[in-house]
């Protein structure tokens, strides 16, 4: 069951980023979500698209890192960790998440609009030319999240096994 709450965890934390992130993105180019996207909601209205989409695109990043997280924090001999105690670590990684996808939109932007980066066919035609910047910063910040997501839940991993050993080693120690 412990498992489960820190699979549960890493679920909720990946989702509300998810949304926060897309009521930010979803209001700096809706064609992002629109036009870009697979069709899966029936309404241009940005919150409840951001919400959708919010959810829809994060639950399974949260899946996919909680399931070895909860393996790292709970398998072998070790002292477990709990969900309770992994929540400053996955509120660090969405943190450093949404800095990392602010750097990256910041670069898109002045890459966009220096002409270094542009759109291309099919998209280029499909959202309006007074988008295509903008699109292209949603483009760059998604990505960036989960390039982060991915490189920082790895991370996460590695320092809760990590504590985990030391902590057993300094246990071993302090019985002799």
């Not at 990946?14 to 899966?40: K, N, S, W």
Request: proline fraction near 5%; charged fraction near 10%; glycine fraction near 10%.
């Amino acid at each position: 069951m412990k498992s489960l709450s820190i699979i549960g965890l890493t679920i909720l934390a990946c989702v509300i980023y998810g949304i926060i992130h897309d009521q930010v993105t979803v209001r700096l180019c809706l064609e992002y979500f629109t036009v870009f996207h697979a069709p899966m909601f029936e309404t241009l209205n940005p919150t409840l698209l951001g919400i959708g989409w919010g959810i829809l695109a994060t639950w399974w990043v949260g899946l996919i890192l909680g399931i070895p997280l909860a393996v790292f924090a709970r398998a072998g001999k070790m002292p477990k960790r709990t969900a309770a105690q992994l929540i400053r670590p996955i509120t660090i990684l969405m943190l450093s998440s949404a800095c990392f996808a602010i750097m990256a939109g910041t670069v898109g932007f002045i890459a966009a609009l220096n002409g270094w980066i542009w759109m291309v066919e099919p998209w280029v035609s499909r959202v309006p030319s007074e988008h295509h910047i903008p699109f292209l910063v949603c483009y760059w910040t998604h990505n960036a999240s989960y390039i982060a997501g991915f490189v920082g839940g790895i991370t996460v991993m590695a320092i809760v096994w990590r504590g985990r050993l030391l902590e057993l080693q300094r246990g071993k120690q302090e019985q002799t």
